[in-house]
């Protein structure tokens, strides 16, 4: 049985870091592609990041470019998203997901995703 828990959420000060974990248990996280997404109160899902099963190079939404990273430890099967100069407007649900070798093409589309954590609460204060 697959199941994802994140964890690393909280409360910080604008301009701050968060680390982000997601534990992965049923699959490899070498074999799968990681996605992260986000939901915040009245606004759609929105694509985060994604790291690819055969070890290429990540995928980031234009917003979180050069300000988050994605990053796989396979030795503890954990995905993490390491998040710096966080601004309000990035206060949402982080939530981890996954789904066996997309194509880079699916990597921002939630459907494409097969198992989905439940998330964890980031809230940034002004």
């Known amino acids: 049985q697959v199941q994802l828990v994140e964890s690393g959420g909280g409360l910080v000060q604008a301009g701050g870091s968060l680390r982000l974990s997601c534990a992965a248990s049923?699959?490899?996280?070498?074999?799968?592609?990681m996605g992260w997404f986000r939901q915040a109160p009245g606004k759609v899902r929105e694509f985060v990041a994604a790291?690819?099963?055969?070890?290429?190079?990540?995928s980031y939404a234009d917003s979180m470019k050069g300000r988050f990273t994605i990053s796989r430890d396979n030795a503890k099967n954990t995905v993490y998203l390491q998040m710096n100069s966080l601004e309000p407007e990035d206060t949402a649900v982080y939530v981890c997901?996954?789904?066996?070798?997309?194509?880079?093409?699916?990597?921002?589309?939630?459907?494409?995703?097969?198992?989905w954590g439940q998330g964890t609460q980031v809230t940034v204060s002004s």
């Open positions: 997901a996954a789904s066996y070798k997309l194509g880079s093409e699916l990597w921002p589309e939630a459907n494409a995703y097969t198992y």
């Open positions: 049923g699959l490899i996280v070498s074999m799968y592609t």
């Open positions: 790291v690819i099963w055969s070890g290429g190079n990540p």
